[in-house]
Structure formats: structure tokens, C-alpha cells
């Protein structure tokens, strides 16, 4: 288990299953402790014991059982409330309370926005506090999610909003998938300098155990090949170079569905 502090609350990362992170947030004010997308309600168990606190919410980004799976013995074990996207109510396991743009959940000493993310899934959100996002499978280091549902209008336009945020918003996603993420960014954006010390160093620190995440929106936008289309000189130089109309949907378009087949 990993520990970042933010101005209002702790932030815990446990690894689960093969490549997942769980993260619980603690807040440094109240008795709130939140989990995201419980993959596995044992190793949050786990954590709530090192911690010595009570789990009290369930943050769902979307429904997918590798998201969802803990909630059901996690309800049972700590009572606690389990909140989700109302427009994804029906397949978010246990939920009590749903949320939207407009109804922001209220979880004493925290501030959180929600933000729809739809495109790996419809109905995907995001959590933001403080610095921090929990983006579940919206975005990731280097990459974004495959769209298994949404359209790539969609996933731009959710991508668009996550690209807003401030340089300094911690991205907390939740897999750990960086490195094949970051060949396939050095594949498609060979003369990014950025990008090359991106990939030492977090080669560097995987070898080490170590996770990439969080990353931040700054590195993302500079280095993830699905923010790119934000620049305007990516987008000509990538949209010359595969004869695709200059277009930032259009760029996107191209790159997921490159990725896809890569």
C-alpha cells in the first residue's frame, strides 16, 4: 500500500487482482473513509485494518466487475453507503446513492465533483477533489480505456473534460498499465523528448516494484497519445502523416483505432 496526502484527505493505493489499483481516501477531518472501485473486499479489508478505521462509502466510476466486484461484502461487512452514476444505476451493485454532473455526492470534509466520462462505458464517471481524480478506466497512464460502449465522440468529449483540469490533478487510475501504454505512444510520437524521459523513468521505476500512478494531468497531456489531439501541432503532423482530415475527433478516431489493433 501506497500513501499520497492531499489538502483534505489521504489517499491509499492497494494493488488488486493483476494489474488493478484500489485507492481509499481518508479524510483528514472527518471519519470518512471512501474506496474506489473495490475490486477485491478482502485486500481493502486488509487496508481498513492497518488503518484501524471503518470503511464508510463505496465510490463507483462504472460497473464493470474488476470496478464492482467487493461491493456486495464490503455492504455487508461495513454498512457502508455506495454511491454511483444514476445513469448507470441498474448495473452498479448495492447502490444507495446516485450521482451525477448536477448532484454531487456529500461526504463530510470532502469536495467532490462528478464528472461523466461515458466512452469505455456509458454511464462511466469520475471523481475530483481536491488535486486529485479518480478516473477508473476513463484515462491512464499513457492511455485511455477501449470503448467497449460509448462512441469516439464520446470518449473525446470526456477526454476534452479530463484535459481541463489543472496541470497539477493527480491521476489516480485504476490499472496499471503504463508501459505497454507508453511503446505504443513512442510508436506514434517518435520525436517526443518528453515522452523518452517518460518512459525511462517509469521503466525505472517498475523494475524498482514501484507504481507509475498517480500521474498528473501536465505528463498526461504531454505524453498520453489520446490528450495529444489537444495540441495543434500533433494534430497536423499526425493527420499529414496518415492522410486523415485535420481534426482532433478525427486524430482520436485514428489513434484508438490504431491502438485497438496494435
Sequence with gaps: MWSYQHQHFNVHQIPALNDNYIYLIEAKNSD????VDPADASVVNQ???????????????????????????????????????ADDAKRIPCIDI????????????????????????????????????????????????????????????????????????????????????????????????????????DTQTRMKKQPTIPSSIALEKATNPFLRPLNDTFIHTYATAKHIEENALDVFTHLRTSKDRW
Design 32 to 35: 470518512i473513509l471512501a474506496v
Design 47 to 85: 487496508a481498513c485494518a492497518r488503518l484501524g478505521k471503518s470503511l464508510t462509502h463505496i465510490l463507483n466510476t462504472h460497473h464493470h466487475w474488476d470496478h464492482t466486484d467487493g461491493n456486495k461484502a464490503l455492504k455487508q461487512r461495513w454498512n457502508c453507503t455506495v454511491i454511483g452514476a
Design 98 to 201: 446516485q450521482v451525477s454532473e448536477n448532484v454531487f455526492p456529500k461526504l463530510d470534509g470532502l469536495n467532490i465533483q462528478i464528472l461523466d466520462v461515458s466512452g469505455h462505458t456509458l454511464g462511466h464517471i469520475a471523481y475530483v477533489m481536491d488535486n486529485a481524480l479518480f478516473c477508473g478506466d476513463a484515462l491512464f497512464g499513457a492511455g485511455c480505456g477501449r470503448l467497449f460502449e460509448g462512441s469516439p465522440e464520446q470518449m473525446w468529449q470526456s477526454l476534452q473534460k479530463l484535459g481541463a483540469l489543472p496541470d497539477n490533478t493527480q491521476v489516480y487510475c485504476a490499472h496499471e498499465y503504463t508501459l505497454p501504454n507508453l511503446r505504443f505512444a513512442r510508436d506514434i510520437d517518435s520525436n517526443n523528448k518528453e515522452l523518452e524521459s517518460r518512459i525511462h523513468r
